[in-house]
């Protein structure tokens, strides 16, 4: 596992309809709040990732859709 200053990190997180979400662009980044205090989790995306990810949470939710 590739390491940064001897540190690994791997996240998992679980989340529901409830969950607050937020974001804001900032330059040419988008950031992303998932979550509030404690338990957020922030992402912070550049154009192309973000374009990446909107694919792929679009493919999941027919995925999902078409499963029910």
């Known amino acids: ?5 001897g540190i690994a ?3 998992w997180v679980n989340i529901d309809g409830d969950c607050p979400m937020s ?3 900032v330059q040419r980044e988008t950031q992303i709040e998932l979550g509030h205090g404690a338990g957020t989790l922030h992402l912070v995306l550049t ?3 973000l374009a990446k990810l909107a694919h792929l949470t679009d ?3 027919r ?3 078409t499963s029910a």
Do not use: G, P
Request: hydrophobic share 50%.
């Open 1 to 5: 596992m590739n390491t940064f200053l």
């Open 9 to 11: 990190l791997d996240n």
């Open 59 to 61: 493919q999941a939710l």
């Open 47 to 49: 154009e192309a990732a």
């Open 63 to 65: 995925e999902v859709r």
């Open 23 to 25: 974001c804001e662009v």
